[in-house]
């Protein structure tokens, strides 16, 4: 099972970048990566998923370095709409998601 | 919308009671998982069907129980209920089996709230 190491939370000002980090040091090498959204009392959202390198969708970057044991999600430009909880997911064995306590993400006017 | 539809959206009943828990499917999706998720807790992997099979389980406890029907439907049963039962129920679903070669993308309902009085 790729573990994954996130912070609990992270505070943030409208209108800036935000990175989040996710760390997964036994992350197999089948094994993608994937970041979901969740808003309070609703289901997660997918968000963005990569393999390697970097991925851009409308609306975040995921950088993947080389050595795949850590991966950052960017979010440019956050608003208050953006104050979520952020899971990072990596692989799904024996057909599972597992999520973990994600980061908590508070964005202030 | 996430095409995944769950009812009821709230439920309220006594302990010792029994419950069943409904998830319809996006259109196409053949997996279907559940996750239970208490008041500020992360989601907790119940169990995964794949199309009608169980495929895996998770932190499922033995008073809980599922199936997926042969429209691909899929029902959790909650019997027994304990105030620590009290939690967001999850649905999602996906086109395929996770593990078979690179990740898809998991789609997930809006959730039961189930409160045990």
């Known amino acids: 099972l790729a573990k994954t190491t996130q912070p609990i939370s992270m505070d943030s000002y409208e209108g800036q970048e935000v990175n989040i980090t996710c760390s997964h040091n036994?992350?197999?090498?089948?094994?993608?990566i994937t970041w979901y959204q969740q808003f309070p009392s609703q289901g997660p959202r997918f968000i963005i998923q990569g393999y390697k390198t970097k991925v851009t969708n409308e609306v975040a970057s995921l950088f993947i370095p080389a050595d795949r044991k850590s991966s950052t999600l960017s979010l440019p430009r956050v608003s208050l709409s953006d104050t979520a909880v952020y899971y990072c997911?990596?692989?799904?064995?024996?057909?599972?998601?597992?999520f973990g306590s994600g980061t908590k993400l508070n964005v202030k006017p | 919308d996430s095409g995944v539809t769950q009812t009821p959206k709230h439920l309220i009943t006594a302990t010792g009671q029994r419950v069943t828990l409904r998830c319809s499917p996006r259109?196409?999706?053949?997996?279907v998982y559940w996750y239970q998720q208490s008041l500020d807790q992360g989601l907790q992997f119940l169990i995964h069907y794949y199309n009608g099979e169980e495929r895996a389980k998770g932190n499922i406890l033995e008073r809980f129980s599922a199936q997926q029907f042969p429209d691909l439907h899929s029902e959790l049963n909650l019997s027994s209920l304990e105030l620590g039962d009290s939690a967001l129920y999850f649905c999602?679903?996906?086109?395929?089996?996770?593990?078979?070669?690179?990740?898809?993308?998991?789609?997930f309902g809006q959730g039961t709230r189930l409160t045990v009085v």
């Open positions: 259109s196409g999706d053949l997996s």
């Open positions: 036994n992350i197999a090498t089948n094994d993608y």
């Open positions: 997911l990596v692989g799904e064995p024996l057909n599972k998601f597992y």
């Open positions: 999602a679903s996906s086109v395929e089996p996770q593990g078979f070669g690179g990740n898809t993308e998991a789609f």
